[in-house]
């Protein structure tokens, strides 16, 4: 590589050949294998058949979520007699939308009344739903739960970080296109001086060039700078118009060094990883419409709820459950069954005196819950769209708020609107924010995104504030694991102990997505329906 | 979100810590209330015990250490006996218990035992013995 280009932009050649190599590697490898059908494959195989007569095999399940509701659904199809024991008052679990008028009474008992106008929401927990999450779609079809695109990448939305830019928001659009006309640039020019002889022909290299010209917006001479070439990526400094104003002004593209050292390409990723990818989904009117929409299917009376468990045991002929009885002042009941699936959190179930084996109680024990903090902030008006042409989408940010989300729906009718206004995911700050009062997280989320859009000091109206450690049903957010932790404990947590078995995001290989809890209890109760119609 | 994508994302915000760390705080400059500074990072940036407290364990613990019950509990610091040998808190602070996530590993040596002093002197706690950064270093994994 020409040592001009290498000098002060970080880049150096063994970087950028490991770079193309790796992507070449994995293009060629991705279409292998989809050619053999590899790559489409889910683990999600359609509606679940469970035939055999289990003759009147009862069985009890704890926790209402989508895992245990889903638990419930498919056995119940199959001729099981199924009940749910369920600690709230309402179905869904995680599977959770706040609206105006509801209250919400946090650990340390903070309550919050959501005063958001009608049709507005926060959803506290899961958000969003790729469409490789082919569970969730399929019961959402069934079920009836009308979905409508999720926007995760606006090109118009903003990267920020406190320090890059000096504190100012940039386009999504125009770092990513400067980053890959950057990068483009150097590749190309590289290319041509001979860097890469020794690893790619020299037809290749032509048609190397070729491409990055086109997908890097380079001009004639493989340079990325202000011109039509690039205005096609990263937009006008002037849009194109009409009449004797039209004539539109091309950008001047921010300097690599500028790029790389604010560090907004961190954002990027978003956009790349495959659980992100384009296209995403959401309910209609909330995330929680999926929970709602499962409780209606179920037979009438099936979920107990203010249900408390507190001892699960169980010998060779069934399962007996205890609970507190929280509408009738706590009164002890018991609920049994031939066989049980709990589908509560690890950070509830390890509290709970449970008779199943010292290697299902490690792997109960094993997994600490990730922290997350959600909070709503609802405006006058629509400022994003009015004043910054933001419908939908994303803007990432280095301030402890992380995320600025804009609502995927009810686009350019005006009125007011509510914005994910803080979205922490572990990390010091996650914590940071579920020890403030409710009020504060909200003043501070104010506070934070009014760097990014100053509208907010003068729009806001009312906001909410979820902080998962702080969520009396589940105490955390979502199963934390480690590689090692799934070494010893994964198979140990999913297997049979005599009639108990688990269910939930813990239980698998994607853990804090709903899709997990719905595919590992339709793995829990296909092998729960073996065992039985074997006995 | 998964695991991966989680590390990936903590790998990042790691490998640019430094470069952040060295600005000027300017996530305090808009901050509506005399209230404490955030933690930049991937490391908490509160110094001694009490702050640690307040801005960290309250979260669960809550801000006098009497625990909270929902489905389940977070055990109260008040009066808590299991906190009269000094190993216990620390080894929770560092491998997590149950649910409790490991919140030591993005602790010094030193808040570790910050924090852990204060506990066991505070909420009617009388532990005289306490914990030295050295100690924690050799109780990590």
Request: aromatic residues 8%; proline residues 5%; glycine residues 12%.
């Amino acid at each position: 590589m020409g040592s001009e280009m290498a000098e002060g932009s970080g880049f150096s050649r063994r970087n950028l050949i490991a770079m193309v190599g790796a992507a070449a590697g994995s293009a060629a490898a991705y279409q292998v294998m989809t050619s053999l059908g590899f790559a489409e494959e889910s683990p999600y195989r359609g509606p679940i058949r469970l035939d055999g007569d289990p003759k009147g095999t009862s069985v009890l399940i704890l926790g209402a979520g989508l895992a245990g509701m889903t638990a419930a659904l498919e056995l119940h199809r199959a001729g099981y007699r199924v009940q749910i024991l369920e600690y709230n008052t309402r179905a869904g679990g995680r599977n959770w939308s706040l609206r105006g008028g509801d209250t919400y009474t946090e650990l340390g008992g903070a309550t919050q009344r959501c005063e958001f106008d009608a049709g507005l929401y926060l959803n506290p927990g899961p958000w969003r739903i790729p469409y490789h999450h082919h569970g969730v779609l399929d019961y959402c079809r069934r079920l009836g739960v009308a979905l409508e695109p999720f926007v995760q990448l606006n090109h118009n939305a903003f990267l920020h970080s406190a320090a890059g830019f000096n504190g100012t928001p940039q386009r999504i659009r125009t770092v990513k296109a400067d980053f890959d006309g950057a990068t483009a640039e150097l590749l190309a020019k590289a290319t041509r001086k001979g860097a890469l002889d020794a690893q790619v022909s020299k037809e290749d290299q032509e048609i190397l060039i070729e491409a990055l010209r086109s997908l890097g917006g380079l001009d004639k001479d493989l340079a990325y700078r202000a011109g039509p070439d690039s205005a096609e990526f990263r937009g006008y400094a002037r849009d194109p118009g009409g009449g004797l104003s039209a004539r539109p002004v091309d950008g001047e593209p921010m300097a690599l060094h500028d790029i790389l050292t604010g560090r907004l390409w961190r954002g990027l990723q978003n956009f790349l990883l495959y659980e992100f990818q384009t296209t995403m989904f959401q309910p209609v009117g909330g995330m929680g419409r999926i929970g709602e929409a499962f409780a209606r299917a179920l037979p009438p009376d099936t979920i107990r709820y203010g249900a408390k468990v507190t001892g699960l045991a169980q010998d060779a002929h069934g399962v007996t459950a205890t609970y507190q009885d929280l509408g009738q002042g706590g009164a002890i009941r018991q609920a049994q069954a031939d066989w049980c699936v709990c589908a509560l959190p690890l950070t509830v179930l390890s509290q709970i005196p449970t008779q199943v084996g010292p290697k299902m109680k490690a792997a109960i024990d094993a997994v600490p819950y990730a922290s997350s903090v959600k909070v709503g902030l609802q405006f006058k008006r629509r400022f994003w769209e009015e004043d910054e042409h933001i419908f939908g989408g994303i803007s990432y940010t280095d301030l402890p708020i992380r995320q600025i989300s804009y609502p995927s729906t009810g686009y350019n009718a005006g009125g007011k609107g509510v914005l994910l206004g803080a979205y922490t995911w572990n990390g010091p700050n996650s914590y940071e924010f579920t020890a403030l009062s409710p009020a504060e997280r909200v003043r501070r989320a104010v506070a934070y995104g009014s760097q990014i859009h100053p509208q907010y000091r003068t729009e806001f109206e009312t906001g909410i504030a979820v902080a998962w450690h702080r969520v009396p049903f589940t105490l955390g957010c979502a199963g934390d694991w480690t590689d090692a932790a799934r070494a010893e404990h994964y198979d140990n947590l999913c297997a049979i102990d005599g009639r108990i078995m688990l269910a939930g995001e813990h239980a698998s290989y994607i853990p804090a997505w709903q899709e997990s809890a719905i595919l590992s209890a339709l793995d829990a109760v296909t092998r729960l329906h073996k065992r039985v119609l074997a006995a | 979100m998964n695991m991966s994508s989680i590390a990936r994302t903590a790998a990042v915000l790691l490998a640019t810590g430094v470069a952040a760390a060295a600005q000027e705080p300017a996530t305090s400059a808009a901050l509506p209330s005399a209230g404490p500074p955030m933690s930049e990072g991937q490391g908490f940036t509160e110094s001694g015990g009490a702050a640690l407290y307040a801005q960290v364990c309250a979260a669960c613990h809550q801000a006098g250490g009497e625990g909270a019950t929902g489905a389940a509990a977070y055990p109260a610091l008040l009066h808590n006996e299991k906190l009269a040998s000094a190993g216990y808190p620390v080894t929770v602070l560092l491998y997590g218990q149950r649910g409790m996530p490991p919140l030591g590993r993005m602790m010094s040596d030193t808040q570790v035992a910050e924090v852990v002093n204060y506990v066991r002197t505070q909420f009617g706690n009388r532990y005289g013995d306490a914990v030295a950064p050295e100690d924690v270093k050799a109780a990590r994994p």
